[in-house]
């Protein structure tokens, strides 16, 4: 989500006529886009800042901009502890960014922060007036904030009630994108799951450009007009012609319903991967983190999604040395790990951030050492079951979208299945990034597969760089 408010504040900088610069350091205007979900996001960001301000003083019309979670949860105290920074500009103002910029070049420093999301359009994080890092791939933000109350988060403080993006908007958004070359979207939302239930009658509406709504020659949403939920959205946007990829991150577990796992098994479009946060396998931890779900509903939910989508990839996040948690309750997250057979994970230690409960847990904050030999011991247990599943790929022949050469080898180039697997493989030929290509797995390792070409089934058309030259 926040490389996706990047993507919109570079679109707008580029629409005041600027370009990218080839280093921060050579910039004109820098923009810190921060996080503040772990205290180290945090920390990193306040020696970013420290460095740029001796930049600044031998470059004084450089000009800084601070946007994001920590801007909105700091507020006033960042141009109190920089004087350097010309504006910071909150989470539900982030299409502000640059109209902040000229009134700072007027007036001076600018704080501004909105305390709320407005409920409208020209707020709402649109695809379309960003600047993407690839064109064949987009994010699609369906839901801004958070409704939940889990108690490590600092979330629902820092980006606001959930509201949901109306239906007909979100599917015109995916069909201009899909328009403009666009072959994958990501839906993004804190709990995409509970999609929809905060749209009123009004604003449930479809986009008036849809009001006979038609999705690949069917009437579409006949009869769910009336309550468009997260499983109809992701069927429409699969729908969109030239969408060949959907994905979506992240469902909550307590939500995930039995139609957003047919949505899954019955739209080839929709990949085949869940990302599904555990968080902790104890029931206890569980409930002090006000998850709404146990370890054994959890994994029901495990079973029902591998059972209702062929080939599934399951990812999740989970965080260690929540405040009380007991070798115990660690134990049992060790065994809901193994149970879940994850492909990969996020594995967090426990950060305690101002403001939310589990912050005030202080007397019962786990010990950093027992915690650091934890992690490990989670590792250990994840690593086993993605090694496990990538080697069981080895032989098979698996669709992908070309990302580009290899980092390392540009002899190599890099692919993404439909289960969110990293494919390394060798090319006869050169590939255009985004183009639809098979690989024959031939090794696994614990984070990506390595293979070689076997087929290209569609050439990436979009046409977007161009160079004139004399001669
Ligand atoms: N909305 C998503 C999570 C978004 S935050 C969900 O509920 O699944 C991404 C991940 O960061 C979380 O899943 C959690 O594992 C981790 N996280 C959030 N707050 C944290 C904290 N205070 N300490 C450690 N990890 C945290
Ligand atoms: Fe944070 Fe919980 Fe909301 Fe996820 S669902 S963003 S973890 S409060």
């Not at 993004?188 to 479809?206: I, K, P, W």
């Not at 992701?234 to 969109?240: E, N, T, Y």
């Not at 991967?273 to 998850?291: C, I, K, N, T, Y």
């Amino acid at each position: 989500m926040n490389e996706h408010d990047s993507e919109r504040i570079a679109g707008l900088l580029e629409a005041d006529g600027l370009v990218l610069a080839d280093s921060d350091e050579n910039a004109d205007v820098v923009v810190f886009n921060t996080c503040c979900i772990r205290e180290n996001a945090d920390n990193k960001f306040y020696g970013h800042l420290g460095r740029f301000k001796n930049i600044k003083e031998e470059r004084p019309d450089m000009e800084i901009i601070v946007s994001g979670c920590l801007a909105q949860k700091d507020r006033e105290q960042i141009a109190q502890r920089a004087g350097h920074v010309d504006v910071v500009v909150g989470t539900h103002n982030v299409h502000r960014a640059v109209e902040l910029l000229h009134e700072s070049r007027r007036n001076g420093p600018i704080t501004e922060i909105w305390d709320e999301a407005l409920d409208d359009a020209d707020t709402f994080p649109s695809a379309l007036a960003v600047r993407r890092e690839v064109d064949w791939s987009a994010w699609v933000t369906i839901q801004v904030g958070c409704d939940n109350t889990c108690a490590y988060c600092i979330v629902p403080a820092v980006r606001g009630r959930e509201i949901s993006r109306p239906f007909g908007e979100l599917v015109s958004e995916v069909e201009r994108l899909a328009a403009d070359g666009v072959r994958e979207i990501t839906l993004l939302g804190q709990n995409v799951n509970s999609y929809g239930r905060d749209l009123t009658s009004a604003r449930r509406a479809l986009n008036p450009a849809h009001d006979d709504f038609e999705i690949a020659g069917e009437q579409w949403l006949a009869d769910r007009r009336a309550r468009p939920l997260f499983a109809d959205l992701l069927i429409a946007v699969s729908k969109v012609d030239g969408i060949d990829r959907v994905r979506f991150t992240s469902p909550h577990p307590k939500d995930l319903r039995e139609d957003t796992i047919t949505a899954m098994g019955t739209n080839a479009a929709v990949c085949s991967h869940l990302h599904f946060p555990l968080q902790s396998g104890s029931d206890r931890v569980l409930a002090l983190m006000h998850r709404g779900y146990t370890a054994q509903r959890y994994l029901e939910k495990v079973v029902a999604a591998r059972a209702g989508i062929e080939d599934l990839a399951i990812t999740t996040d989970i965080i260690v040395g929540y405040p009380g948690e007991t070798e115990e309750d660690f134990v049992r997250t060790l065994e809901v790990a193994a149970e879940a057979e994850y492909d990969s994970a996020y594995t967090f230690i426990f950060s305690p951030r101002e403001g939310t409960e589990a912050a005030l847990m202080v007397d019962q904050f786990c010990d950093p050492a027992e915690v650091g030999d934890r992690f490990e011991r989670l590792r250990v247990v994840v690593e086993r079951s993605a090694l496990a599943k990538h080697m069981a790929r080895i032989g098979r022949t698996e669709q992908m979208i070309v990302e580009g050469p290899s980092k390392r080898d540009p002899e190599v180039f890099t692919g993404r299945t439909a289960q969110n697997k990293l494919v390394h493989f060798t090319s006869d030929r050169p590939l255009r990034s985004g183009t639809l290509a098979t690989a024959l797995i031939t090794e696994a390792s614990t984070h990506f597969l390595r293979g070689e070409l076997v087929e290209v089934l569609s050439v990436s058309q979009h046409r977007t760089r161009f160079a004139v030259t004399a001669g």
